[in-house]
């Protein structure tokens, strides 16, 4: 028996603990971060970051909601906020819009809870999406894109994983602190840096504490090649999803050793352990 399981991190891992001795793959929260150096092309930087952050309601594991960088934070966050302006949230079914509706009206209100409680703890709310106008939908379960600036690592809007079209800025001093901040988070899931310094995109990836790295990649879901899955609390289990650690998940494996020699060869005894010739 395998269990194969994706949700929030606490059902995920009382999902991975109660399965006991069986085969569990259990991938839980994410909280995804990118760092913005300052060497970065601010204008690609602000189109990837639109489709990352916005995309699909922002209801998806790989969705970016987290940006930290301080010397670049300024021209960002004004690039942003311009670009959010012509930014539409309607009805899936019409081409026109960017983006629907978040899936209940429950979650519309918990999306909203997190960007009030960004902001009574301090942050600033630079584009508010809280009361979108979407005609003929005024019921609808709508929450526009939001960005928010000077959030820290002690609210609660950071702690936890909003699943919403809500981008927060960070603003830390130096690429090192950004990576202490990344680290120190319980979710391990998926993280970027654009920059174009290729020492700096190494060393990030080479030392980051998360298990799917972009490099001027917002979104780094792997190719079908290798496997689905971040680390620390936002994957249970010893194998991730799809790839190579989805075909061993799913197979109980079998090694046949075999070698043919030449007939009327006869071979002596070995007291080795017997190798491949």
């Given at each position: 028996?395998?269990?194969?399981?994706v949700?929030?991190?606490?059902?995920?891992?009382?999902?991975?603990?109660?399965t006991?001795?069986?085969?569990?793959?259990?991938?839980?929260?994410?909280k995804?971060?990118?760092?913005?150096?300052?060497d970065?092309?601010?204008?690609?930087?602000?189109?990837?970051?639109?489709?990352?952050?916005?995309?699909s309601?922002?209801?998806?594991?790989?969705?970016?909601?987290?940006?930290?960088?301080?010397?670049?934070a300024?021209?960002?966050?004004?690039?942003?906020q311009k670009?959010?302006?012509?930014?539409?949230?309607?009805?899936?079914?019409?081409k026109?819009?960017?983006?629907?509706?978040?899936?209940?009206?429950?979650?519309?209100q918990?999306?909203?809870?997190?960007?009030?409680?960004?902001e009574?703890?301090?942050?600033?709310?630079?584009?508010?999406?809280?009361?979108?106008?979407?005609?003929?939908?005024?019921?609808?379960?709508?929450v526009?894109?939001?960005?928010?600036d000077n959030?820290?690592?002690?609210?609660?809007?950071?702690?936890?994983?909003?699943?919403?079209p809500?981008?927060?800025?960070?603003?830390?001093?130096?690429?090192?602190e950004?990576?202490?901040?990344?680290?120190?988070?319980e979710?391990g899931?998926?993280?970027?840096?654009?920059?174009?310094?290729g020492?700096?995109?190494r060393?990030?990836s080479?030392?980051?504490?998360?298990g799917?790295v972009?490099?001027n990649?917002?979104?780094?879901?792997?190719?079908a090649?290798?496997?689905?899955?971040?680390?620390k609390?936002?994957?249970?289990?010893?194998?991730?999803?799809?790839?190579?650690?989805?075909?061993?998940?799913?197979?109980?494996?079998?090694?046949?050793t075999?070698?043919?020699?030449?007939?009327?060869?006869?071979?002596?005894?070995?007291?080795?352990?017997?190798?491949?010739k």
């Amino acid at each position: 028996m395998a269990v194969s399981f994706v949700g929030s991190t606490p059902i995920t891992e009382y999902i991975y603990k109660a399965t006991n001795a069986k085969r569990c793959q259990a991938l839980g929260g994410a909280k995804n971060h990118a760092i913005v150096m300052p060497d970065a092309d601010m204008d690609n930087v602000v189109n990837q970051l639109l489709g990352a952050a916005f995309g699909s309601s922002g209801e998806r594991c790989m969705a970016l909601s987290v940006v930290v960088g301080d010397a670049a934070a300024d021209a960002l966050v004004e690039k942003m906020q311009k670009a959010m302006q012509s930014m539409k949230v309607g009805a899936f079914s019409e081409k026109s819009n960017d983006f629907g509706p978040v899936i209940t009206k429950a979650h519309q209100q918990k999306v909203v809870g997190y960007i009030n409680s960004a902001e009574e703890q301090g942050a600033t709310i630079v584009v508010d999406g809280r009361h979108p106008k979407v005609a003929g939908y005024e019921n609808g379960f709508f929450v526009g894109g939001t960005l928010i600036d000077n959030v820290n690592a002690e609210m609660l809007s950071y702690k936890e994983e909003i699943f919403g079209p809500v981008l927060q800025v960070v603003r830390v001093n130096s690429m090192q602190e950004a990576m202490d901040l990344i680290d120190a988070h319980e979710y391990g899931n998926g993280t970027c840096i654009f920059t174009r310094d290729g020492e700096a995109a190494r060393y990030f990836s080479d030392n980051i504490k998360v298990g799917m790295v972009g490099i001027n990649v917002p979104l780094p879901v792997p190719v079908a090649y290798h496997s689905f899955g971040g680390w620390k609390r936002s994957l249970f289990g010893d194998l991730h999803a799809y790839g190579p650690d989805g075909v061993r998940f799913y197979t109980k494996r079998k090694t046949v050793t075999q070698r043919w020699p030449s007939a009327g060869v006869r071979e002596g005894a070995e007291f080795s352990m017997p190798t491949m010739k």
